[in-house]
């Protein structure tokens, strides 16, 4: 097409408001449509970018909701079978053999037998005649046999009805007080109508084994004979408080000058209201504390500010303040997440198949945790020594590092690996302290009973009654812990000094065994004996922190 002539200059085209080429219509309303209508088409255009910017971001956030969608459903389908019933497999193992990828249960290989005491003494014994018949197949034709058996059976004697004693006192003038005095005989409670057997047992079954007030009142009226009301065990428990100050704060000390601890806490309501049970303690003390907040100052308060021993905690922020010597984190916490995690992922193979880094680091983040665990078993049960665990903390510390190496796109698996890079220098602390369980195991069961008997209770009525919680429950569970008769040493609040009191919470110090020429091997601070079913050994600083005071 030829390149058409351009206009001359200045030159007016006298058609310019009816061209005839534009069927009569004006030039400058023409143009001014053209640029309307062409600034139209890119507002639209704009308009349709957008649009289908937010059709692919709800595309976007579809796909992550149904995802998230799936990974609920999961979750809530692995509880409800953990819950109700267990997963089926296909293919059944043999008779007596474990499921595959499963333990066997019960106790493990070489465990120690859990036999029943036998009992020391025979009250009656009764002559069974031979049978005239026999029991497994009537046989009556039986013929005499100078074999015998004796079978001891154990059985308990209840005696539904009280023991009264009346006490008949005299009295004596008292010049001073200018009224007649009088003084408690053994085992007297003065002005008290319920005796001190009775008021520590009832303080013995609140706390030592986690019944509640009214069915502690049904086991005295039913069992015993013994009438009162509810509140009259909540009276008990007051007098057992006031009582037991002295020992809990000789209790407190105790915890805080030990060589190691084990500390956790759970919600307490008090009144309706948020309040947090604090336990610190180990296999031979056990301390209490509620309170209103879960703050580091709290955690200071219960443990310390300047602890001296080794801590074992989870990976809860408020113990970061607690100044220790050394710390280890729980990895039954992070071992819990990665199964969690496994199973998460074996559900949504189907819907959302998560990509291999992720899993891949989720199964070598279990292997690790679970062999982390298993050289703790061998470290105290003596399998490896000292030495020995010492020399695999840097293997395994280099593979933490590997394991925390890379970043990952799936968000369980990214929140499990930045929870062991943070606490890595706190995951491996047991393997220089062969005491210490690379669990927090102890704290948690220490914290069962009181967490049943919140389902029972719903915690405290009032500050006081939570405080006798915490005192009560210290105490008790130290004398068992003492191996001392618990019941025995409530009621020796009620009816001792203090100073006597206190040694019957603690256990008596064994006289120190003279080594002959040859001598032996000395035994470890506090390495626990497994096998022998005693209570470790404890370092001379803790035992006598432990001993009770003289009086």
Request: charged residues 25%; glycine residues 6%.
């Amino acid at each position: 097409m030829p390149k058409a002539p351009a206009a001359p200059e200045a030159y007016a085209c006298p058609y310019r408001e009816a061209c005839p080429h534009l069927q009569g219509l004006p030039v400058d309303w023409l143009w001014r449509r053209h640029q309307e209508d062409l600034e139209a088409a890119h507002q639209a255009r704009r308009r349709i970018d957008e649009l289908v910017e937010q059709l692919n971001q709800q595309d976007r956030q579809i796909v992550g909701l149904a995802r998230e969608n799936a990974e609920v459903k999961a979750q809530l389908q692995a509880l409800h079978q953990a819950q109700f019933q267990r997963p089926r497999r296909p293919d059944k193992p043999a008779p007596g053999a474990p499921p595959q990828g499963q333990k066997k249960r019960g106790a493990p290989s070489g465990h120690p037998p859990w036999n029943r005491r036998p009992p020391d003494h025979v009250n009656r014994t009764v002559a069974v005649a031979a049978p005239q018949q026999c029991p497994h197949c009537q046989c009556s034709h039986l013929l005499p046999s100078s074999q015998r058996t004796q079978h001891l059976q154990e059985d308990i004697v209840l005696c539904p009805q009280t023991w009264v004693v009346c006490f008949d006192h005299a009295q004596a003038w008292c010049p001073e007080c200018r009224r007649d005095v009088l003084q408690a005989a053994a085992g007297e409670l003065l002005g008290a109508y319920i005796g001190p057997v009775a008021k520590s047992a009832a303080v013995y079954l609140r706390y030592g084994i986690g019944r509640s007030y009214r069915n502690v009142q049904k086991i005295f009226t039913e069992l015993f004979g013994l009438s009162m009301v509810p509140a009259s065990v909540v009276g008990f428990d007051r007098s057992a408080w006031a009582k037991a100050q002295g020992l809990y704060e000789d209790l407190h000390q105790k915890i805080q000058a030990s060589e190691y601890l084990h500390a956790d806490e759970t919600s307490w309501p008090v009144d309706g209201t948020g309040a947090w049970l604090w336990y610190a303690g180990h296999s031979e003390l056990a301390y209490f504390h509620v309170d209103a907040h879960r703050s580091g100052e709290v955690a200071q308060a219960v443990i310390g500010p300047q602890f001296e021993g080794v801590l074992n905690t989870d990976d809860y922020a408020a113990y970061n303040g607690v100044r220790v010597s050394a710390r280890q984190s729980c990895l039954a916490h992070p071992l819990r997440a990665a199964r969690e995690a496994q199973k998460l992922i074996a559900s949504l193979e189907d819907q959302a198949p998560v990509d291999q880094p992720a899993k891949g680091f989720i199964a070598r983040a279990k292997e690790f945790l679970q062999k982390a665990c298993q050289i703790g078993r061998q470290l105290r049960d003596g399998v490896l020594n000292r030495k020995q665990g010492a020399a695999l903390k840097r293997p395994l510390g280099r593979q933490l590092r590997r394991l925390c190496a890379r970043e990952l796109a799936w968000e369980p698996a990214e929140a499990l690996r930045c929870r062991l890079w943070k606490q890595r220098g706190c995951l491996l602390t047991f393997l220089d302290h062969p005491p210490i369980e690379p669990t927090n195991n102890q704290a948690e069961q220490s914290l069962r009973r009181s967490v049943i008997l919140r389902k029972l209770t719903f915690g405290s009525r009032s500050p006081e009654g939570a405080q006798r919680h915490a005192v009560l429950t210290s105490v008790v569970m130290t004398a068992q812990r003492q191996g001392r008769d618990a019941r025995a040493a409530v009621e020796a609040l009620f009816t001792q000094t203090p100073a006597v009191a206190r040694k019957a919470f603690y256990r008596r110090e064994q006289p120190k065994p003279k080594r002959g020429r040859q001598g032996g091997a000395p035994v470890r601070k506090n390495e626990p004996c497994r096998h022998s079913g005693k209570d470790p050994p404890v370092s001379k600083r803790s035992r006598i922190s432990l001993s009770a005071p003289k009086s």
